[in-house]
C-alpha cells in the first residue's frame, strides 16, 4: 500500500466503521421495499446514524478538528483551519429504491483547499481516495482520468435536468460523489452538473485532480449552488464548448 498520511487513515477507519451500518441497513431496506409502509424514514437515520459514527471516530482522532456535514450543518471547533466534510451517503434516492450505487464521501480541507479526500462505495467495496501532490487511487492501485479527445468515443454524467439536447452520450447516476470518482479513474470522460452541496463534491475535487484531470474554480467557502465541470484535459475544451450555459 502507498505511505498515506494519519488523517486519511483515519478518515478510512471511520468509513469502514460506518459501511457496516450502511451494508446491513441496506439489506434491510430490500425488505422493506415489499411493506406497504414507506421506508423514507429508515433512510433518514441511516444517514443519521452513519454521519454520527463518522463524526465520532474522526473526532477522537482530531477533537480540535472542525466539521461540516451534510444532516448537521457547520460545527466549528477549536481549529476552524481544518475542517471534515462529510456526505453518509451520497445517492441517497438510489439506497432508499435498492439500487446498489450510493457512496460516503469525507474530505479534508486545510485553510482553502482540500488536501484529502475519500469515496467509498460499500456494495461494490470500492475505495477511490487521493491526498495532495500524491496521486489518486482505488482500492490502492494508482488511477488517471480518461485519455480520449473524441466526443463520440465519451460518456459523461451529469443529473438534474438537462434543458436541451446534448450532441454526446451521458448517464445520470444518481451519486455526484461516484460520478466524480469515475471521472477520476477514467470509467467517465466527465462530469457537469450544478446545484450542488460542497460535500456532494469535496472528496472528488482532489481525486479529479490527483488523477489528472481539471476542475472550473469552485469556491470551498460557498456550501451551496455550486457548479462543476470536471474532465480530463484532452476533453476539457469541447465539453465546455457542448454545455455552454448549461
Not at 4 to 31: T, V
Not at 69 to 83: A, L, M, R, Y
Request: with cysteine; aromatic share 8%.
Amino acid at each position: 500500500m502507498n505511505s498515506i498520511s494519519a488523517n486519511l487513515n483515519l478518515m478510512i477507519k471511520a468509513c469502514e466503521k460506518a459501511s457496516k451500518i450502511l451494508i446491513r441497513d441496506f439489506g434491510e431496506i430490500e425488505k422493506l421495499q415489499v411493506s406497504k409502509k414507506g421506508p423514507s424514514d429508515f433512510v433518514t437515520n441511516s444517514d443519521l446514524k452513519t454521519e454520527k459514527i463518522i463524526i465520532d471516530e474522526l473526532t477522537k482522532g482530531r477533537p480540535e478538528y472542525s466539521v461540516i456535514s451534510e444532516e448537521n450543518g457547520v460545527k466549528n471547533n477549536n481549529d476552524k483551519k481544518n475542517t471534515w466534510i462529510i456526505d453518509p451517503i451520497d445517492g441517497t434516492v438510489n439506497f432508499l429504491h435498492g439500487v446498489p450505487h450510493f457512496a460516503t464521501s469525507i474530505a479534508l480541507k486545510h485553510e482553502n483547499e482540500i488536501v484529502s479526500g475519500l469515496i467509498f462505495d460499500p456494495i461494490k467495496d470500492e475505495m477511490f481516495y487521493a491526498e495532495k501532490n500524491n496521486g489518486a487511487f482505488l482500492n490502492n492501485k494508482r488511477i488517471k482520468v480518461s485519455k480520449k479527445n473524441n466526443l463520440r468515443e465519451c460518456l459523461f454524467a451529469t443529473s438534474g435536468k438537462i434543458e436541451r439536447k446534448m450532441e454526446f452520450s451521458y448517464r445520470k447516476s444518481g451519486s455526484a460523489a461516484l460520478d466524480m470518482a469515475y471521472v477520476a479513474c477514467g470509467r467517465y470522460d466527465g462530469y457537469f452538473q450544478k446545484n450542488l452541496h460542497l460535500w456532494d463534491i469535496a472528496a472528488g475535487l482532489i481525486l479529479v485532480e490527483e488523477a489528472g484531470g481539471m476542475i472550473n474554480k469552485i469556491d470551498l467557502n460557498d456550501l451551496n449552488d455550486l457548479k462543476i465541470i470536471a474532465s480530463s484535459p484532452d476533453i476539457k475544451e469541447k465539453l465546455t464548448e457542448k454545455i455552454s450555459n448549461f
